[in-house]
């Protein structure tokens, strides 16, 4: 089965710009997670959906961060505008709905902004 | 609440010797513990899961791990360490019986091994 997507890997963008990073999860998942390591940091839990739906967005650390996931499939996250403190790894997984399974991560995308 | 430490940032072992990742966790129900390696420029591949059943869990690449609920702890371990072992591992907790929890990640080890 094919495992998580993500893309771009990288993106390298100027402050205030704006820049859309999308997952594409394991067919039939429908946890879907984000989460984030800036500057060697913690890996961070930004938000997670069932299907469409947010079910916890406690860790998006502002009103720059917009994450969808139209018809319960693919997810976008967009940063509107791109701050210097944005910079880091971006990491996207899913998983089944059974406590038993572990989560299943992209690669990431790397996200710097200068 | 959940939290877990990594009491070790980084670990630097010779090829050949023996291969330990400290992980302490903190939980308010019961946990699922799980092990997640990252190789440069890689994603994070699932080492290993603990989730109620054997104590004992083994993983891929020789790593095991032993939950210890008396020691609230969930170290990793390979008899013999490899140089393509180095990279960064990460012990994560979740709650067991939430199907949609999210999970909580230690801070990272990172694994250098010396030939």
């Known amino acids: 089965e094919a495992g998580v997507t993500q893309f771009p890997s990288h993106s390298v963008i100027e402050k205030g710009q704006t820049v859309t990073l999308r997952c594409d999860p394991i067919s039939g998942h429908d946890n879907l997670y984000w989460y984030r390591r800036v500057m060697g940091k913690e890996i961070k839990f930004l938000l997670h959906f069932v299907k469409e739906s947010k079910q916890d967005e406690s860790g998006m650390p502002n009103n720059r961060f917009l994450a969808e996931r139209t018809g319960g499939t693919y997810s976008t996250l967009k940063v509107q505008p791109a701050e210097l403190e944005d910079s880091g790894v971006y990491f996207c997984?899913?998983?089944?709905?059974?406590?038993?399974?572990?989560?299943?991560f992209g690669s990431g995308t790397r996200l710097t902004v200068v | 609440a959940q939290s877990v430490t990594q009491l070790d940032s980084h670990v630097s072992v010779s090829e050949g010797t023996p291969v330990l990742l400290r992980c302490n966790y903190s939980s308010s129900y019961s946990p699922s513990l799980f092990w997640y390696v990252q190789h440069p420029n890689k994603g994070l591949q699932l080492l290993l899961k603990?989730?109620?059943?054997?104590?004992l869990v083994k993983g891929i690449n020789g790593f095991e791990a032993e939950f210890k609920k008396s020691e609230t702890s969930f170290h990793l371990t390979k008899p013999s360490a490899h140089m393509s072992d180095a990279a960064e591992y990460f012990c994560?907790?979740?709650?067991?019986?939430?199907?949609?929890?999210?999970?909580?990640f230690g801070s990272g080890t990172r694994l250098s091994i010396r030939p």
């Open positions: 994560v907790v979740r709650n067991r019986y939430s199907s949609a929890s999210k999970i909580i």
């Open positions: 603990y989730t109620s059943a054997a104590t």
């Open positions: 997984a899913s998983s089944q709905v059974d406590r038993n399974y572990g989560y299943t």
